[in-house]
């Protein structure tokens, strides 16, 4: 019996700690918002792509050095928000207040995912804080290829239109560049085939298609070395930035092949359109100061990317030139796909009338349930429905920025309640799993991997 | 290749490779957690590290974590990642027998052995088959999903129209957002979180686990008829190895061939492998019922795309899979050029790759065989304290993954039509595999359409499209008519 009742006690002592851990937590996330200078909380990056790809990688070698310089006393946070061709987060962004804690890490699709009509705003909707590097692009074929330099492959473009197939996604920033290619060529056009990243490389050294645009960071890891034959091999036959590269002084630039089409992409940050002067001035110091860092400068040198820095003005009137450079051309689906949502439809549609016509090889017939099931089966659908409550209203609870910490521990304590049918023992069991288990979680997700929880 | 030996064998190497495998178990047997997020929240914090480190402990996490979604899709019918949707099909079942750590043996025996036959195929063939996965054109790509459609249409449930209604529902499901070809938005309604459309991660969540929960809160007021649990331990005898060779080396190889497919990954090589399994046994009525020939199809079969999805990474920088894209950002990270030169430039580290996933599969092998006594008690805890902990990682993984509520409200709203179509006698299984390939078929079927300026004829005349056209049929076909036929002897 007295080891029946210490066991309570034990249980009611960490109840307790956990519960004090729990309100001290709160107190100080709450007592830490004090108004004074900015920075005074950390301040989100926010990657419109997913964890481990190139914008993210780009962002997240900023991050590294900004937060050892520790410049501004407060932590830089990547995040990722992934999607809708870069469009979820940038429209986060766009909608945060515009106090400077809230930033976007995105290169020119910001421009063409505007242009192909995906979004209803580009450019005009935020504030440029800083360019922060840019990348060189290359027209790529196989090393085998019969076209040894861009006019030659536009040339036949335009002898033999849509026979030509390069890999571009419509309304991205290589399409854009193809589009502005063919605009020098009258009557010349490309067959456009959606392959992205690694597959457009593969489906280029199978044959099945004839160019591609890559950035030379791609180019130079696809590269096999020079002795490997040809048909395994790819070739960079157009360089669209302003100056050979120093990694391939090879490979012509566009301009010295008497073509007027020039284009490099860019990483840019962005902030909320009405971010105040003082906090953009700080940030793209602190940005400029970061990219002067020999790590940073070093780390950037394996990606290929040139540590290029535009602020201020000067910044804005390179993006509106990118921008009008963008603008000039059209985008025109060519192909006539099917309709496939429709097609989807319609098969769905035909199935479930078939399913609800076949019903299917008559079933056995179940035992009459007795009452004492019936009983049961009501009383199980009740709980059933507590527990959907319970969760909807947790989320929900989430949802209006009711605290983690508090959110959690309760609903999982009232679940628990009611699963147990609230048996008395149980309950301070079921109190200490909710509060212990939400503290360790919130430890992991925000301290280990520095991801926000709701 | 001594050297990454030599590192891996040291105790750091070794410690990261126990405890990388550990936690891939675990977070990979928890519903709502992946594999795929633990390795992009863990690549951060290798920055700093050594790469071959970072390296062995990214790719033993990987290594777990396929094996660890085994042990929910066993245990609690709730897949721990979509490869082990097809383990539930036979697992489940065979827990529910009284089975459990017979089912989770054979489980981690099969793992272990797809595991090493694929490695085998990485080691020995990486560059040359690597070479053979550019033959593949788009066409190819979009039959090879088609046949993977129709293999799940006749393995997931009794009858095939309310497999192939579940499968085009998922399809159906998968379209709103961006359309791959075009770039369009469609089907969103103007709801602005729509245009990427419904996730993977949280419509897995809601249609197996919350949809599981939910059933288990249920069950859990009428009275529990505790199933004994038979504490048999692993019961492996040598004799299985011998039963289930056969099974065992097909669905590895399998496994591994269709690993090696950019973008295919390991669902589709599971569900293969369990329907050639399927097609080619003398009892094919057994399977979906606790079946042991089921349980070791599928996971040796998810575990060999591991192998499989590794070869393409290493020799071209081509990545197989969600996983294997973050694992090339990885390698970029660490300052590595991750293509066809890299087996030049940096042997060191492609050994050491290649030998983690060696050591990291034993690993595996040792740490579920020595937990799993622990592993078959998650049955027995208290449905009032598993279930609403359960719950909350699944709230928690939805939103962790791209940081929004939306995707949670996706979650409980799909286990929701989980459980209406459970009620219904629509099975599960076909919807999230069409679901996943939808969006695959669809992306090829425009790019190969696109190449052939809109003629469909290259489905049929490409001998790659062809055959796997041929082997669908073949494999829907054997067991209607071995079924006919056996009828018909029945009957004379």
New interface residues.
């Given amino acids: 019996m007295s080891a029946q009742s210490n066991k309570l006690k034990i249980q009611g002592v960490v109840l307790l700690a956990l519960l004090l851990i729990t309100v001290w937590r709160l107190i100080n996330t709450i007592s830490t918002n004090q108004p004074n200078q900015f920075p005074q909380k950390p301040i989100q990056i926010v990657v419109p792509y ?4 190139g914008t ?2 780009f962002a ?2 900023l991050q ?1 050095s900004l937060n050892r310089e520790g410049g501004l006393g407060e932590e830089f946070v ?8 870069a ?2 987060g940038s ?1 986060q962004v766009k909608d945060a207040p515009p106090d400077g804690y809230q930033l976007l890490c995105h290169h020119e699709g910001i421009i063409a ?1 505007q242009l ?4 209803d705003y580009g450019p005009e909707a935020f504030r440029p804080i800083a360019q922060t590097g840019s990348i060189v692009l290359l027209m790529v074929v196989r090393a085998d290829s019969k076209y040894r330099n861009l006019n030659e492959l536009l040339e036949a473009a335009q002898k033999n239109p ?1 026979t030509i ?1 390069v890999g571009a ?4 920033p290589a399409y854009f560049i193809c589009k502005q290619l063919l605009g020098e060529f009258p009557g010349a056009d490309f ?5 992205g990243g ?2 457009r ?3 280029l ?2 044959g ?1 298609l004839e160019a591609g645009i890559f950035s030379l ?1 791609e180019y ?6 020079s002795d ?1 034959p040809a048909a ?1 091999n790819i070739l960079a036959i157009g360089n669209f930035g302003d100056k050979r590269h120093p990694t391939i002084p090879e490979v012509a630039t566009s301009t010295e092949q008497n073509l007027k089409t020039r284009a490099e992409n860019a990483y840019y940050i962005w902030a909320p359109k009405d971010t105040p002067d003082h906090i953009a001035d700080i940030l793209a110091r602190t940005f400029h100061d970061t990219l002067q860092s020999p790590e940073v400068n070093q ?1 950037l040198q ?2 290929s990317i040139d540590p290029t820095f535009r602020s201020g003005e000067d910044l804005r009137e390179h993006l509106a030139v990118r921008v009008k450079a963008f603008q000039e051309l059209s ?1 025109d ?1 060519k ?4 309709n ?2 429709i097609w ?2 319609g ?2 549609a035909i ?2 009338v ?2 609800l016509i ?1 019903k ?1 090889e008559p079933e056995a017939v179940p035992e009459a349930p007795t009452t004492s099931d019936r009983i ?1 089966s009501k ?6 429905a507590t ?2 409550a319970i ?2 209203a ?2 929900a609870a ?2 209006f920025k009711i605290p983690f910490g508090i959110a ?1 521990p309760l ?3 009232l ?3 009611s ?2 049918k609230a ?1 008395h023992t ?1 309950w301070l ?2 109190g200490i ?2 509060l212990g ?2 503290l360790a ?1 919130e430890m992991v ?1 925000t301290q ?7 | 290749m001594q050297e990454a030996l030599l590192q891996l064998a040291t105790p750091t190497g070794l410690i990261l490779i126990l405890f990388g495998t550990t936690l891939g178990v675990f977070v990979g047997a928890i519903p709502g957690l992946t594999g795929t997020m633990l390795i992009a929240l863990t690549l951060p914090l290798t920055f700093g590290a050594d790469p071959q480190y970072a390296m062995t402990l990214l790719i033993s996490i990987y290594v777990g974590a396929i094996s660890g979604g085994m042990i929910s899709a066993t245990l609690l019918r709730m897949p721990g990642t979509p490869a082990s949707i097809v383990t539930t099909f036979d697992g489940y079942p065979m827990a529910q027998n009284g089975q459990p750590e017979r089912a989770l043996g054979l489980g981690i025996m099969a793992s272990v052995t797809g595991g090493l036959i694929s490695w085998c195929f990485l080691l020995t063939l990486a560059q040359p088959i690597a070479r053979y996965s550019k033959e593949f054109g788009p066409f190819d790509y979009f039959s090879l999903v088609m046949m993977a459609l129709v293999l799940i249409a006749t393995i997931g449930g009794k009858s095939i129209l309310r497999s192939l209604f579940s499968g085009f529902l998922g399809i159906l499901l998968a379209m709103p957002g961006i359309a791959v070809a075009t770039g369009e938005t469609r089907l969103t309604f103007g709801i602005t979180e729509l245009n990427d459309g419904f996730q993977l991660l949280p419509v897995l969540i809601g249609m197996f686990a919350v949809n599981q929960i939910l059933r288990d809160i249920i069950d859990s007021a009428k009275p529990q008829s505790t199933t004994p649990i038979a504490t048999q331990g692993l019961a492996l005898k040598i004799s299985d190895f011998k039963n289930h060779g056969l099974n065992l080396i097909r669905s590895s190889l399998v496994g591994t061939w269709i690993g090696i497919l950019p973008g295919i990954g390991a669902n589709i090589g599971s569900v293969t492998a369990y329907s050639v399994a399927r097609s080619t046994s003398r009892n094919p009525e057994k399977f979906g019922t606790g079946c042991e020939d089921g349980i070791v199809a599928a996971e040796a079969a998810n575990n060999a795309t591991i192998g499989g999805a590794l070869i393409p990474l290493v020799a071209m920088g081509i990545p197989g899979s969600v996983v294997e894209a973050v694992l090339l950002g990885a390698l970029v990270i660490h300052g590595f050029q991750p293509g066809p030169r890299l087996f030049e430039q940096s042997p060191e580290l492609v050994y050491t790759i290649i030998f983690t996933c060696l050591f990291a599969n034993l690993a595996m092998a040792g740490i579920m065989c020595c937990s799993i006594r622990t592993l078959a008690w998650l049955t027995k805890i208290p449905r009032a304290f598993l279930l609403p902990i359960i719950l909350t990682f699944c709230v928690v993984g939805s939103f962790a993954m791209s940081n929004r509520m939306f995707d949670v409200w996706v979650m409980i709203s799909f286990g929701l039509l989980g459980l209406f179509l459970e009620s219904k006698k629509i099975p599960l299984a076909p919807f999230v595999i069409g679901f996943v390939l939808g969006p695959i078929a669809e992306e090829n079927l425009s790019a190969g359409l696109m190449g052939s300026g809109g003629d469909w004829t290259p489905i049929f005349t490409e001998p790659k499209s062809l055959a796997f056209l041929l082997i669908a049929v073949l494999l829907l076909a054997i067991p209607i008519c071995r079924n006919r036929y056996r009828d018909w002897r029945s009957q004379s």
């Fill in positions: 997913l964890a481990g790809g993210d990688t997240r070698i590294k990547v995040t990722n928000k992934d999607g809708g061709s469009t979820i429209r995912t192909a009509g995906v979004v849509n197939r996604n419509q309304g991205s067959n456009f085939i959606s392959a690694a597959k490389y593969t489906y050294l199978g099945k960071a130079v890891s696809f590269r096999n070395s490997t395994d780390e394996k990606l985008v689906a192909t006539e796909l099917p496939f949502p989807i439809i098969i769905v199935l479930l078939a399913v076949f299917t049961y009383k199980s659908s009740m709980l059933g527990c959907l969760l909807i947790y989320v989430l949802q959690t609903s999982i304590f679940m628990g309640l699963i147990s048996k149980q069991i079921i799993i909710g288990f939400s979680l997700f280990l991997f520095s991801v926000a929880l709701p």
